[in-house]
């Protein structure tokens, strides 16, 4: 009877003792949990207009070493980011994301609940005009929304600066950029943005006049913010060159009907074997087999093909000037309904984006360069998911012509470097140009001229004003790290009229 | 009518049916990607289509076969007429947006259908006492049947509600 309270006693202790165990088990789990801490703040103030891109700077922190994972979703495109955080130190990322009322950013670290933050853009209807001075003078320009803006403010991504319709910076805020910062500027400036710079040195001023697109129209330089906007306002009697929309990139190059092909084949040889079934053999598990078979034999043949990408690529240039603005788009054919997850070409990466709002897309990230490395969409047979690139690349084409009294023009090539075949259009008239060398002349007949031929031709001539003389090339897509096999692109380089 | 005829016939009837769906499904996709457009839309309209005409047929071929031939045989016949197009149906269902369970579904609707609606011509020919009215009646019969599957459709568009 003695031993009893004993037992008792004794399964009391080893219960607390048990559950002291737990709690100090819990406690060790709870302190080993990583803390993330996660800010995000968007570019330009928030300020954005619909359909444009815009950006979300990003810190995230940690205080002991973990790798997280990064979220960030803005309407039906989303990004995903590994970060690698050390503790005390701030990771940034700046996310270039489609215009969205709202943006939710979430970062996951391994046995650690997950951080979440919303971000809020205001879509404005009305163009934006960012003034990112030192001073507090307030700037008005007819039409526009002003934002006031801080070095911070501006983006680190060249694709957000679609967000705004002009720009106004002055020296100071310009020393204050980080180099991504001036990078992303400089795309901006190319790819013919309405920028003021005020009170740069020469130094600087040379830098930058070299980085204007259209031939640096757009770029103006001021000594004050009553001439930034005097030269703004007379900047917008010239309205900027449209861009080509992808639709019209896209009819320069037929999509690849292989699969569809394939599946016209299939289906024949079905309906032929489906025939000779029912005149030979005409039972009912014959016909369930016949379909059965060629249903397996099709979505073999199917899975069996590789479906490649085509990029095209349509760029513009004046000659003389140093960059060309450049529109292109992907095209990933579909084959079967399939999640795929492609790579993106890392030259092109930085501005990737869907030609189609509705579509969903989900990016990955690279967190060093901040460009897509790939994107992951949903597919199906015959569909053709098309990703849009813009952006600038540098030119040397110089092109000199003169109109003869006979009607034929002389074309020489002012340029250091050789041009490959072209055809040269004036007049609303198409004419071969040939291969010329640094310093190389040729006379293009007049009677030599014919319609435009191909889409790329016709688009040419759309492109160029009746009074103006181009030439077009095709592009040598050769040097671009990652373009699909089937890639095509064209230069169209304009000449001045004379003055 | 005999069984081997009246399969054979709503064979090649499904054939035909399949082979005007796979003609129509393949013009309009070739447009469709040459002018830079989703071919999904036209998938799930020739899914619709494909399960209305089927639908229309079977209860007609049911019925009237099974009334003459017998059970076996107008089942026979109905299947003969659906399973025909199902290569061109599973290729516009990957073309398309639709949901795999509501095409399954509907499918599976149309194989009930063809093996449950020969009851009905059987149970005619028993119930009737004239043997050259069965004929005529069952013909009626599946007229009315194939009008319900139409107006209901009409009413309640399943099963592709996309």
């Known amino acids: ?499 | 009518m005999s069984a081997s005829p009246a399969r054979r016939f709503a064979a090649l009837s499904g054939l035909a049916v399949a082979a005007a769906l796979a003609v129509w499904w393949l013009g309009s996709t070739r447009l469709a990607i040459d002018r830079g457009a989703d071919a999904g839309r036209t998938s799930e309209d020739v899914l619709q289509v494909a399960w209305l005409v089927r639908a229309l047929v079977v209860p007609t071929l049911a019925v009237r076969v099974a009334a003459l031939a017998g059970w076996r045989a107008g089942a026979g016949a109905a299947l003969a007429m659906v399973v025909p197009a199902w290569p061109v149906l599973v290729l516009a269902w990957a073309a398309s947006a639709a949901p795999l369970w509501q095409v399954v579904l509907a499918e599976g609707l149309l194989v009930g259908a063809a093996l449950v609606l020969p009851m009905v011509g059987r149970g005619l020919r028993r119930a009737l006492p004239r043997g050259d009215a069965v004929e005529p009646v069952a013909t009626a019969v599946g007229i009315v049947l194939a009008a319900a599957a139409w107006i209901a459709h009409d009413r309640w568009t399943f099963p592709y509600t996309f």
């Open chain 1, 1 to 499: 009877m003695s031993s009893l309270p004993a037992l008792s006693i004794s399964d009391a202790v080893a219960r607390r003792l048990l559950l002291l165990g737990v709690a100090l088990c819990c406690l060790s789990q709870a302190n080993a949990a990583p803390r993330v801490e996660l800010t995000a703040a968007p570019a330009w103030k928030g300020w954005t207009r619909p359909g444009r891109t815009t950006e979300i700077d990003v810190r995230l922190s940690a205080d002991s070493a973990v790798r997280a994972s990064l979220d960030v979703v803005a309407a039906r495109q989303s990004t995903d980011s590994t970060v690698e955080l050390q503790p005390g130190r701030v990771a940034r990322l700046q996310i270039a994301v489609g215009s969205a009322a709202s943006v939710d950013v979430e970062a996951r670290a391994p046995s650690a609940p997950p951080v979440r933050r919303g971000v809020s853009l205001a879509l404005s209807e009305s163009p934006l005009l960012g003034v990112a001075v030192a001073s507090d003078e307030r700037v008005a320009l007819d039409g526009f929304h002003a934002l006031a803006l801080a070095a911070d403010d501006l983006p680190r991504n060249g694709s957000a600066y679609a967000s705004v319709d002009a720009l106004i910076v002055d020296a100071t805020t310009l020393a204050a950029l980080d180099h991504r910062q001036l990078a992303a500027l400089v795309t901006y400036a190319a790819d013919c943005g309405r920028l003021v710079l005020m009170n740069i040195d020469q130094r600087v001023r040379r830098l930058l006049d070299d980085a204007g697109g259209c031939g640096g129209r757009f770029m103006m330089q001021a000594k004050s913010l009553a001439e930034a906007t005097s030269m703004l306002t007379a900047s917008l009697a010239t309205s900027l060159p449209a861009a080509l929309s992808p639709s019209s990139i896209g009819e320069l190059a037929r999509p690849s009907p292989a699969a569809w092909n394939a599946v016209a084949v299939s289906l024949a040889v079905y309906f032929a074997a489906a025939v000779l079934a029912l005149v030979f053999i005409p039972s009912l598990p014959a016909i369930v087999l016949t379909s059965a078979l060629a249903i397996v034999g099709t979505l073999a043949l199917l899975q069996g093909m590789y479906p490649r990408s085509q990029l095209i690529v349509w760029s513009e240039g004046e000659s003389g000037t140093q960059l060309a603005r450049y529109q292109a788009v992907q095209r990933f054919p579909g084959l079967v309904r399939e999640r795929v997850r492609v790579p993106l070409p890392p030259q092109l990466g930085a501005a990737a984006q869907s030609c189609e709002p509705g579509q969903t897309m989900h990016y990955e990230v690279d967190v060093t360069s901040g460009r897509a490395t790939f994107a992951e969409f949903e597919t199906r047979l015959f569909r053709q998911v098309t990703l849009c690139y813009s952006g600038s690349f540098p030119m040397q084409r110089t092109i000199a012509v003169d109109a003869r009294a006979d009607g034929s023009r002389s074309v020489r090539n002012a340029g250091t470097r050789a041009w490959p075949r072209g055809a040269l259009l004036a007049g609303g008239v198409a004419r071969d140009l040939p291969a010329l060398g640094p310093g190389a002349a040729t006379v293009i007949d007049a009677r030599s001229g014919g319609s435009a031929g191909d889409s790329a031709l016709r688009t040419a001539q759309t492109r160029t004003r009746s009074d103006s003389t181009a030439a077009l090339w095709s592009l040598d897509l050769a040097g671009v790290a990652g373009a699909p096999i089937d890639s095509t692109g064209w230069l169209l380089v304009s000449v001045a009229p004379p003055r």
